[in-house]
């Protein structure tokens, strides 16, 4: 069936000014790292980004190596794409990176210059388009000078190949160098992406600090904690969990007792506040004015349906992120 847009999309979505760019994202932005590949239905993943997008999602965030295999969430995105979105593409905020393994050899991973331009290139063949909106190097290169690789962002750039740059998995003092070498260069840096969770906390030492001065946008990855932060595990695991899946990055070893007491410990929280424990758990990274955007994933559209209405509830009292620190601690 012909795909239309809702024309209510926009009425309900919250758009947060990413840094202290031009551009807004939408506060709830979707991940195709699980769930998009050649391993599952396309339908599914297709009502996933029509849902998305009739919410106000207008984010949608790829890499290279998403599927699997590697480079086939970017190609059923671009089937997806060609079918039901063509005449929304200036709606759409679309992104991808390179940083990861992608192809055999040395120039097929990392952070040199050849593999980023190659490695795009390659990404906007499977996506069917023109350019990308974002354009993130995955993660440091200990090899690579730095400069090689954020100019081969600014490059990119200047090609119009994409129209941002951003940064992923870079720690605080690393993230200072690339920021300050993308602003000499004219290209400033738009974003950066860190795994952020109750259960990850590294970017409150400095790198949230960092990206609030420099002006430099936020995306947190995997807040639900690739699905533990959900009331998905409270009674065991289910056979459609990633945690069950034998390509899903989530182990099952990952679910102890002790994760297992705190999650029913949160839940009992997130209950009081009238959320589900996946709301709450974006509720509380979306609660920094630094974060621009959480980057969810869904394994099925009710998911994310679930997970969006985290934004009906931002605040928190400071005796509920106390008692909230308390669990975490523990
Ligand atoms: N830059 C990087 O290095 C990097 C690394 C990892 C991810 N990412 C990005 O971040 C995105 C999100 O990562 P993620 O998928 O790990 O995020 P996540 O939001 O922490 O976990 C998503 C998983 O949680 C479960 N889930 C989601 N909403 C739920 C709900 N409302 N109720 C119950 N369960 C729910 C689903 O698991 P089930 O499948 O078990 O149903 C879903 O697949 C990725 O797609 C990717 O774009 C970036």
Redesign the pocket.
């Given at each position: 069936m012909n795909y239309i847009a809702s024309a209510n999309r926009y009425k309900e979505m919250t758009y947060r000014r990413c840094g202290n760019s031009g551009l807004k994202l939408s506060a709830v932005s979707?991940?195709?790292?699980?769930?998009f590949g050649h391993v599952d239905q396309l339908e599914n993943s297709r009502n996933i980004i029509r849902l998305a997008f009739d919410s106000g999602i207008t984010h949608f965030?790829?890499?290279n190596n998403?599927g699997p295999p590697p480079g086939s969430a970017e190609e059923n995105f671009g089937r997806i794409l060609k079918q039901d979105f063509q005449s929304y593409r200036d709606e759409l905020i679309i992104s991808s990176?390179a940083g990861y393994t992608m192809w055999d050899g040395p120039y097929g991973d990392w952070g040199s210059k050849k593999y980023l331009v190659s490695s795009l290139d390659q990404s906007l063949k499977r996506m069917g388009l023109d350019y990308v909106d974002i354009f993130?190097h995955?993660?440091p290169d200990p090899e690579t000078p730095l400069e090689e690789t954020m100019a081969a962002l600014d490059l990119i750039v200047r090609q119009g190949k994409a129209l941002y740059a951003g940064i992923?998995?870079y720690a605080a003092p690393e993230a200072a160098k690339a920021i300050a070498i993308l602003k000499d260069l004219g290209t400033p840096c738009l974003i950066h992406?860190p795994?952020y969770?109750m259960f990850e906390r590294w970017v409150e030492n400095g790198l949230l600090d960092l990206l609030g001065k420099e002006g430099v946008g936020c995306i947190p990855?995997?807040?639900?904690?690739?699905?533990l932060?959900?009331?998905?595990y409270l009674h065991g695991v289910?056979a459609?969990?990633?945690?069950a899946?034998s390509h899903?990055?989530?182990q099952e070893n990952q679910i102890t007792e002790k994760v297992l007491q705190q999650l029913n410990a949160l839940n009992a929280i997130a209950v009081e506040r009238g959320q589900?424990l996946?709301?709450m758990a974006l509720s509380w990274v979306l609660r920094h004015e630094t974060v621009t955007s959480v980057?969810?994933?869904?394994?099925?559209p009710d998911?994310?349906a679930?997970?969006i209405k985290c934004l009906d509830r931002l605040l928190f009292t400071t005796e509920e992120l106390q008692d909230i620190e308390q669990i975490l601690k523990k």
């Open positions: 979707l991940g195709l790292w699980h769930n965030d790829l890499a998403y990176k993130y995955h993660r992923s998995n992406q795994k969770s990855f995997s807040p639900l904690a690739q699905g932060l959900t009331d998905k289910p459609d969990s990633r945690a899946k899903g990055a989530l589900t996946a709301q980057l969810v994933g869904a394994s099925r998911q994310l679930d997970s």
